[in-house]
């Protein structure tokens, strides 16, 4: 089984691809979508879309894993996150993959038991489940693996 997890955001979008096999997940790819912060906000959605879909089309998963968003302090950046988040999940659904939406807190209690668990005890988990010499980078990619990974153990 192969899964993409997503890091939503317009700024920057975290991806990571993990293979599962016999439970064991496996990194592929791993990586972010950046946009310009003075770009008009529909050029950004368009980038991310053409990105996302060429990254889905490279790489071929199965099912699409994003983290939900779950936080409203700044209406204005949580408006553009929800229009990323909904070109992602266009992208998912025109490939034809299944979507799963897992909050921030459940990510933190599948990855480490602890639903408020900090970035990096997440972030070092990513490490240690995938056996990475290094924490994945950017955060953001790191994130979207936490959220891949957070599939691959709610299917099992």
Known sequence: MRIIGIDPGTG??????????????????????????KENDAVRLLTIYEELTEIIKETKPQHMSVEKLFFARNVTTAMTVSQARGVVLLCGMQAGMTIHEY???????????YGKAEKKQIQEMVRVILQLKEIPKPDDAADALAAAITHSMTVR
């Open 12 to 37: 920057i979008l975290g991806f990571g691809v993990i293979d599962v096999e016999k439970g064991k997940p496996t990194l592929v790819d791993a990586g972010v979508i950046r946009t310009p912060v």
């Open 103 to 113: 909050t921030p807190m459940q990510i933190k209690q599948a990855l480490t038991g």
